[in-house]
């Protein structure tokens, strides 16, 4: 069974320009969760999309915004770039068969450098 | 953002030898996963863990879901250099979701 893949692995952006990522989960996960790392922060969460639906949601500007095709392949999108988003984006899906039940699986992740 | 408090931020530790590190919260979590990062990669899960006072292994790995569930611990036994990485607890709790918080990570090294 294929993991989960990101594209792509790398991106080089300069400040104010826009981004787009994409995450292909394991076949048969409908529920991808993005996450943001950096050295200073750690690994923090951005967003859950399931069945083409934002679910959560964490604590991060509204420039960074998702969404979920029919498919449960997922995008995310930061507008307007600015340094401190400079980090590795991580994307995880998960069968979510519960609250509980939610072993969370992770890609290779896309680092993002803004110049 | 929240982390979890996670002990020994880094440890060196000699090949053959038996690794403990812990993770605590201040919140009451109902899964507690542990997960290995490798530079460039993103984080492989480890062990899951889905009941206060649950020990469960794999392979060389113990991992224990604390009584009070806000607390977990991972053993690896007998070390070997390829245990290298840092390693990250992560809890789910109730009402949230999807929505992990991860610890702050302990970078495991291995000498020969």
């Known amino acids: 069974k294929a993991g989960v893949t990101q594209t792509p692995r790398y991106l080089i952006k300069t400040r104010g320009q826009q981004v787009t990522l994409s995450c292909s989960p394991i076949?048969?996960?409908?529920?991808v969760s993005w996450y943001q790392q950096t050295p200073g922060q750690g690994l923090q969460f951005l967003f859950e999309y399931f069945s083409e639906t934002q679910r959560n949601k964490g604590n991060f500007p509204g420039r960074f915004s998702g969404r979920q095709f029919s498919n449960s392949r997922s995008e995310m999108n930061v507008s307007t770039l600015e340094l401190g988003d400079s980090a590795l984006y991580l994307c995880?899906?998960?069968?979510?068969?519960?609250?509980?039940?939610?072993?969370?699986?992770f890609g290779p992740g896309t680092r993002l450098t803004v110049l | 953002g929240q982390q979890l408090n996670q002990s020994p931020q880094s440890m060196f530790i000699q090949e053959g030898e038996d690794v403990s590190m812990n993770c605590t919260s201040s919140s009451i979590f109902n899964t507690w996963l542990w997960y290995k990062q490798d530079p460039g990669e993103g984080p492989v899960l480890l062990i899951a863990?889905?009941?206060?006072?649950e020990l469960t292994s794999n392979g060389r790995l113990t991992a224990q879901f604390g009584i009070t569930r806000k607390d977990s611990f991972l053993n690896i036994s007998a070390s070997i250099p390829s245990d290298v990485g840092i390693y990250f607890c992560?809890?789910?709790?109730?009402?949230?979701?999807?929505?992990?918080?991860f610890g702050t990570g302990t970078r495991l090294q291995v000498t020969l």
């Open positions: 863990l889905y009941k206060a006072g």
């Open positions: 995880a899906s998960s069968l979510r068969v519960s609250e509980t039940y939610n072993e969370q699986f």
């Open positions: 076949s048969g996960h409908r529920s």
């Open positions: 992560a809890g789910l709790g109730t009402g949230t979701a999807s929505k992990l918080t």
